[in-house]
């Protein structure tokens, strides 16, 4: 007896992004991105001194708002880069995860 190589496979321990995704918006998730980087912005004003982190924080958010200007990402309706999105959930995943990211990476600060 022999078995189909798809039996020899251990299902995935990993939980399916599309599931933990769902729901969720790529303007969402931008917009937490950067009330995440304003409120580091704040924090590092008050108790930094120099100021150094909190221009390059600054700068970041300029970055950000041109990054998703230009990507649609805040646009409305068809123009938005969730509606032009809608048909290609792994690049919808793959461009959550990276806003994850730097939600993560933000929110240390």
Same mark, same amino acid.
């Given at each position: 007896m022999s078995s189909s190589p798809s039996e020899c496979i251990a299902p995935s321990s #990993? &939980?399916? &992004? !599309? #599931? !933990?995704?769902?729901?969720? !918006?790529?303007a969402s998730r931008a917009e937490e991105c950067r009330d995440s980087m304003f409120k580091s912005t704040d924090f590092l004003h008050k108790y930094e001194d120099g100021g150094t982190r909190s221009a390059k924080m600054r700068d970041l958010i300029g970055r950000f708002n041109i990054w998703a200007s230009n990507m649609g990402v805040f646009a409305a309706f068809h123009a938005s880069l969730d509606y032009r999105l809608r048909d290609l959930e792994e690049a919808k995943v793959l461009m959550l995860e990276h806003l994850d990211s730097m939600l993560n990476l933000t929110s240390r600060w």
């Open positions: #990993e &939980p399916d &992004p !599309t #599931e !933990t995704l769902a729901g969720v !918006t790529i």
